[in-house]
């Protein structure tokens, strides 16, 4: 998969359907010669050559697409690494020193002319993903210091075009992961966070269309996702000869980085592809990678189980007593897992006070939580538990005692947000104690489920007690110190399902998934909303990772009144939960949704790993249609929602995907069987009528 031309020095690294080539220009930088649809031979593939010069204000060098820009000489777009060595130079000069190739991964080593920094470029093939991983290791081999000021992951190019549009996701809290679209202009754009997560306003993908001419099902893709959790930056910039770079990896806002002799920084890992067959097969090379390399591996092929989280219900007002109540009605309507969340610990009746003082609150608990995990565990349902360990409420018995603990500067004002300070995870002893509680939580009670949520952005990022030289460096020490603890976690407590929440999707991306199981997608459920959350979410997330809760009838967000089975419906289409005030629910009510619960566990393998097709979209049209088939094609469910309609008009046929052709299929509410091949091109007609209807159809393969 990874071949190397000696004579012209040109690696061509080849997935199932695309090529990734690079090579050696005659001046010794390491450019980009081929990111496409694969050829036959290694001899198609060009040589590395650096561009002409032009004029003295543009050099040859400068316009070349080098994989690993540095900034030196006459170049001026986005650099890759920027660093200031001991004696105040400020640029750095690679060139090619030597290759290796092994466990299908190509390294490539470049070494400064004269100071003793090395970079090695990591490329590996993700064959049946169609996918390139790569990231870069920067390693001072000398006895001085260097301060890294900018380190990205690396930069790729797209083919030479008219024009190209950019796909990419941005939003708020309760308004995550919406997609837009723009066509690349002369110039640079820059997608990025400099919030201290990925967050809720913008996240690391992106992708990017010839003449925006892609659809779902046709057209040349590029694209990629950078898995980080902290600040990030994506930067797409076309210059004045239509060439197309995009770089990614740590933001260098108010960043810097001390590399002391013998030591590396290794970036994030960036994620490209391209598809020739649309928008639906990227994300689907983007699902499939996630499922099969992404999340923790233990609990990798199981099947997520169906949640009940208590906080819509009760809110801080929690007591053993009406925990034991919520959670014998969600056993008896078939739900697998009982969390409760915020108002169980320390001084914790409202958001004002307690966060950092991670024990059982006594006159909620006076037995501990045993009483009610052993409830909950007779019950039939394994328990989960609320935490959130990065944060502090300057009302808690832990900042009195460890005022130092939060990011400050001396002379500034600490400044809440929902009445809380970030504990500074760049120190060992909060990492420490951060880890000894949730470890003793673990250790003392039977705890399946982990809610690790993160209700803050970052503010006043000082750290007074460390060195001068390493203040900038809590940006990417604090991500590293959540991966670091939630790892020692998982692995003392194997059995245990972490779930990323910030305040909603404030934080997911490839790197948190590494370390995490779900995510918490958004804190609006309002299951219109989501329709159109989860879309976005889907161009670069798969359903199994995505948690949804059907929650009241009546939205407090929005206010919009929606049918149960409406709530349901827009849920089932991920990892499903349930928020919804039990208590509130009439026998009806329970009865439906026991059914539909029941249901969902009958689908659930084919929702969670199955291929998702996105049919027709919510953001512009008043039915929106989602499909998952089984990797097998011998089942699938489609998902219909109607908005309104209006003048008793036909809704339109849904055409569905991925089924198999030339095979027959019973589809549900139909009196005979249809090919695949008339399914695809004839489409159904669904009956939906009024204003918010949904539809749940199964189809099943009966024959070829």
């Not at 040859?60 to 777009?77: D, L, N, V």
């Not at 161009?539 to 009241?552: F, L, Q, R």
């Not at 206010?559 to 009439?586: E, T």
Request: glycine share 6%.
């Amino acid at each position: 998969m990874i071949k190397y031309d000696e004579n012209r020095k040109i690696w061509v690294l080849e997935a199932r359907n695309i090529s990734y080539a690079l090579g050696v220009s005659e001046t010794g930088l390491i450019n980009n010669i081929y990111f496409d649809e694969k050829l036959p031979y290694i001899s198609d593939y060009p040589e590395a050559r650096n561009s002409r010069d032009w004029a003295s204000f543009t050099s040859g060098e400068g316009r070349s697409k080098e994989e690993y820009m540095a900034w030196s000489k006459i170049k001026y777009t986005e650099p890759c690494i920027k660093a200031t060595f001991h004696d105040n130079v400020r640029d750095v000069v690679l060139k090619y020193d030597s290759f290796d190739i092994k466990d299908n991964t190509l390294t490539v080593i470049l070494k400064d002319v004269y100071y003793p920094l090395e970079v090695r470029l990591h490329y590996t093939v993700i064959e049946d993903c169609d996918l390139i991983e790569r990231y870069a290791e920067i390693i001072n081999k000398g006895t001085q210091g260097i301060r890294l000021e900018n380190v990205l992951s690396g930069s790729i190019y797209v083919p030479r075009e008219t024009s190209y549009r950019l796909s990419y996701l941005t939003g708020k809290w309760a308004g995550e992961t919406q997609l837009n679209q723009v066509m690349v202009p002369e110039t640079k754009i820059v997608l990025e966070s400099r919030r201290g997560t990925t967050s809720h306003h913008a996240n690391p993908w992106f992708a990017l269309d010839k003449n925006a001419e892609a659809t779902e099902d046709n057209g040349d893709v590029y694209f990629g996702a950078l898995a980080w959790s902290g600040n990030w930056k994506i930067v797409i910039e076309r210059d004045n000869f239509n060439l197309i770079k995009v770089s990614a990896g740590v933001n260098d806002f108010d960043f810097a980085w001390h590399l002391k002799p013998g030591e590396k920084f290794v970036t994030p890992k960036f994620i490209v592809g391209f598809s020739n067959k649309g928008f639906g097969q990227a994300s689907r090379n983007l699902h499939s990678y996630q499922l099969k390399y992404v999340l923790p591996e233990n609990h990798r092929n199981s099947l997520r189980k169906v949640l009940y989280n208590s906080w819509e219900a009760t809110g801080f007002d929690i007591s053993e007593e009406g925990q034991i109540k919520l959670a014998e009605i969600a056993a008896s309507l078939g739900v697998e897992l009982f969390v409760m969340d915020d108002g169980w610990f320390g001084a914790r009746n409202n958001d004002k006070a307690g966060l950092g003082d991670w024990y059982v609150n006594k006159e909620k608990f006076p037995n501990g939580l045993k009483p009610l995990i052993d409830k909950v565990n007779a019950l039939g349902m394994d328990f989960g538990l609320w935490v959130e360990p990065e944060m502090v409420n300057p009302d808690s018995d832990l900042y009195r005692k460890h005022p130092d603990w939060v990011y400050h500067f001396p002379t500034r004002e600490r400044t809440e947000a929902r009445n809380q300070l970030i504990l500074n995870l760049a120190r060992e002893d909060v990492r420490e104690y951060i880890y000894d509680f949730m470890d003793r939580l673990l250790s003392e009670y039977n705890i399946k489920f982990i809610k690790w949520d993160m209700n803050r952005n970052f503010s006043e990022p000082g750290y007074p007690s460390a060195p001068e030289e390493e203040q900038r460096e809590i940006w990417v020490r604090h991500v590293q110190g959540v991966y670091e603890i939630v790892d020692r976690l998982r692995k003392k407590h194997p059995d245990v399902v972490f779930q990323s929440c910030s305040g909603g999707g404030g934080r997911v991306d490839l790197g948190i998934l590494r370390y995490f199981d779900q995510v918490w997608t958004s804190d609006n459920t309002d299951a219109f909303d989501r329709l159109k959350i989860q879309e976005g979410f889907s161009y670069a997330y798969c359903a199994k990772i995505m948690e949804a809760w059907v929650t009241d009838g009546l939205n407090w967000l929005n206010g919009r009144k929606l049918s149960l089975r409406y709530r349901f419906h827009s849920s089932m289409m991920g990892n499903l939960g349930i928020g919804v005030d039990l208590m509130k629910l009439s026998d009806e009510e329970k009865q439906e949704a026991k059914e539909l619960i029941s249901l969902y566990k009958e689908i659930r393998p084919i929702i969670q790993h199955g291929q998702q097709y996105r049919l027709l979209s919510p953001r512009n049209s008043k039915v929106a249609a989602f499909m998952y088939v089984s990797e097998d094609k011998a089942e699938a469910i489609l998902f219909t929602f109607l908005h309104s309609n209006s003048f008793g008009d036909e809704l339109p046929a849904i055409r569905l995907k991925g089924l198999d052709e030339n095979a027959l299929y019973a589809v549900e509410g139909y009196d005979r069987e249809i090919s695949g091949k008339a399914l695809m091109n004839i489409g159904i007609n669904v009956d939906m009528r009024g204003d918010f209807d949904s539809r749940l159809i199964r189809i099943k393969k009966t024959g070829n």
